[in-house]
């Protein structure tokens, strides 16, 4: 079975800044997709960021991108010039692409507080 | 286009009731998965309809039922409520369920067991 680590339960970082939030993975496959979902104070789950492991080009999306590093196992996120609205928790998700269906396998979590 | 929706929001129950709860999905999209939110276990894959079939189950036990109809929409259902089972649960919905589709999230439904 899959597993993921998040390791950092918070972090905070001043407006502006940057920040990166740390992903440990744990699988026997080599295709799989892994994905960084922010949930703010309302609860929706948002996707952020996903990542194919057969892609060895790290994913960016405008402030977001991603250190891929497949033989580690290690997935990070950096949120560059952070703003108040990026303030959420912030989950590291695992789907594997040798199975059906859309299960993901979530990490614990990174409360993210971002300060003016 | 309309997101995914879920009903009710907020839900109060007592131990030993059944509650059903709701999730329409982004139309056109098959796909529908359900999962559970606690402080304690995080985010717990509970199944996946796609097409009306059951095509994925998480570990948890029988009281925890669900089923998609024909338009997509699904409800899940959970009987005999124990006071562990409050969570928020989070449905999502994606196309087909494929390796390549994105899931999208409903705000969930807040269930509390007295």
């Known amino acids: 079975a899959q597993t993921v680590t998040q390791s950092q339960p918070e972090m905070s970082v001043q407006e502006a800044e940057t920040v990166t939030l740390s992903c440990t993975y744990d699988?026997?496959?080599?295709?799989?997709?892994l994905f960084w979902y922010k949930q703010p104070p309302s609860r929706q789950m948002i996707l952020v960021i996903r990542?194919?492991?057969?892609?060895?080009q790290n994913a960016t999306e405008n402030r977001f991108s991603v250190n891929f590093q497949k033989a580690a196992k290690s997935f990070s996120l950096k949120i560059s010039d952070s703003q108040l609205g990026d303030a959420a928790m912030y989950f590291c998700?695992?789907?594997?692409?040798?199975?059906?269906?859309?299960?993901?396998?979530f990490g614990e979590g990174t409360q993210l507080t971002v300060n003016p | 286009k309309a997101g995914v929706t879920q009903t009710p929001r907020y839900l109060i129950k007592t131990r030993g009731q059944q509650v059903t709860l709701s999730c329409s999905p982004i139309?056109?999209?098959?796909?529908v998965s359900w999962y559970q939110q606690t402080p304690g276990q995080g985010l717990q894959f509970l199944f996946e309809?796609?097409?009306?079939?059951?095509?994925n189950k998480g570990n948890f036990p029988g009281r925890f039922s669900g089923r998609q109809f024909s338009n997509s929409r699904s409800e899940m259902n959970v009987s005999t409520l124990e006071l562990g089972d409050s969570a928020l649960y989070l449905c999502?919905?994606?196309?087909?369920?494929?390796?390549?589709?994105?899931?999208?999230f409903g705000p969930g439904t807040r269930l509390t067991v007295l």
């Open positions: 309809y796609f097409s009306e079939t059951q095509r």
């Open positions: 998700a695992y789907r594997s692409g040798e199975t059906s269906g859309s299960r993901l396998t």
């Open positions: 990542q194919e492991a057969y892609k060895q």
């Open positions: 139309s056109g999209h098959r796909s």
């Open positions: 999502a919905s994606s196309f087909q369920g494929s390796r390549t589709d994105t899931q999208y």
């Open positions: 699988t026997s496959e080599s295709d799989y997709y």
